[in-house]
């Protein structure tokens, strides 16, 4: 069974600093696909990246980019200018593409709180 | 943003009580998801449809049942809720599986007292 690790409950970043947040996979699939959600203290779930397996280069949007090291088996958010409202549960997500409907299964998250 | 209205956003009930909570998309897609997030946990899926009258359970599906009459609205019973039951519940649609994000709505905050 797939299985998603997010190893940061908590992380601290000063603002305009840039940021990693982990992520790492277990999967014996060959496609699949890595995504990341934001989730501000309002509550609401927003969709930030995605990284398909086959993908050659590392998904970018904005200040967001993804690490994706395939070998590895990680999936890293990177956040470029921390920005206050960067402030947030951040969380990993994966998807079999061949499996269940693809289903996406959550890691357990990273708050990420950034200091002025 | 996508058009994903959950209803009520709150609710507080008894045990033993049913609950029903509703999910409208105005995308047309044919994916829709209910979640359930508690602390700790991270987001699971409880069921999920793939199609009008096609559903099929997810991670943490006992004590709930769904129904998708059209392709707009998918809704969760709770059919006597159980204080394990209060969480944040979360729908969320795909146009297609996998390689697609899912969008999500709002949430529902449900309390079982």
């Known amino acids: 069974a797939q299985k998603i690790t997010q190893t940061q409950p908590g992380m601290f970043v000063q603002e305009k600093e840039a940021v990693t947040l982990d992520c790492t996979y277990d999967?014996?699939?060959?496609?699949?696909?890595l995504f990341w959600y934001k989730q501000p203290s309002s509550g609401e779930m927003i969709f930030l990246i995605y990284?398909?397996?086959?993908?050659?280069q590392n998904a970018t949007e904005g200040r967001y980019s993804l690490n994706f090291q395939k070998a590895r088996k990680s999936a890293n958010l990177v956040i470029s200018a921390s920005q206050l409202g960067d402030s947030a549960m951040y969380f990993c997500?994966?998807?079999?593409?061949?499996?269940?409907?693809?289903?996406?299964?959550f890691g357990k998250g990273t708050k990420l709180s950034v200091k002025p | 943003d996508a058009g994903i209205t959950q209803s009520p956003r709150h609710k507080v009930t008894e045990t033993g009580t049913p609950v029903t909570l509703r999910c409208h998309q105005t995308e047309n897609h044919r994916y829709m998801y209910w979640y359930r997030q508690d602390p700790g946990h991270g987001l699971r899926l409880i069921h999920y449809?793939?199609?009008?009258?096609?559903?099929d359970k997810g991670e943490v599906s006992d004590g709930y049942s769904v129904s998708r009459s059209k392709t707009e609205d998918f809704l969760l019973t709770l059919e006597s809720a159980t204080s394990s039951q209060t969480s944040v519940y979360f729908c969320?649609?795909?146009?297609?599986?996998?390689?697609?994000?899912?969008?999500f709505g709002d949430g529902t905050r449900l309390s079982i007292l």
């Open positions: 997500a994966f998807s079999d593409y061949g499996g269940s409907q693809g289903n996406l299964i």
């Open positions: 449809s793939y199609g009008v009258k096609d559903t």
């Open positions: 969320a649609i795909s146009e297609f599986k996998g390689n697609q994000p899912q969008h």
């Open positions: 999967t014996s699939d060959q496609s699949y696909g």
């Open positions: 990284q398909g397996s086959y993908d050659e």
